[in-house]
């Protein structure tokens, strides 16, 4: 079992930068597969960044890619998203998820495990 909790969203003008934690229970946090994802009114849930148990990989939504980084901290069993440069189009609730594959791992039904959600507002 894994148990998620993201904090650090807020509200932030166009062209800011927030930091995103998702603070993990369990003691294999390093066997799973780490993503998060954000959901804007009447959206779909989409992916945004996902990081292999290793922190070896990691990989971006095109439309986050070289503003965004995903990482990880084994040893608070924590994961981050660090955001620059926020685009109103960045509004949204972000989710940590986590999944023990990284098979699929764009696909949100894959994931086994989710946050609560972190609301994050960018004002134009």
């Known amino acids: 079992q894994v148990q998620l909790v993201e904090s650090g969203g807020g509200l932030v003008q166009a062209g800011g930068s927030l930091r995103l934690s998702c603070a993990a229970s369990g003691r294999t946090f390093n066997d799973y597969t780490m993503a998060w994802f954000r959901q804007a009114p009447g959206k779909e849930r989409d992916f945004v960044a996902r990081?292999?148990?290793?922190?070896?990989?990691?990989d971006y939504a095109d439309s986050v890619k070289g503003r965004f980084t995903i990482s990880r901290d084994s040893a608070k069993n924590t994961m981050y998203l660090e955001m620059n440069s926020l685009k109103p189009d960045d509004t949204a609730v972000y989710y940590c998820?986590?999944?023990?594959?990284?098979?699929?791992?764009?696909?949100?039904?894959?994931?086994?495990?989710w946050g609560q959600g972190t609301q994050v507002t960018v004002s134009s």
């Open positions: 990081i292999t148990g290793s922190g070896g990989s990691t």
């Open positions: 998820a986590a999944h023990w594959s990284d098979w699929g791992y764009r696909r949100p039904e894959i994931y086994g495990y």
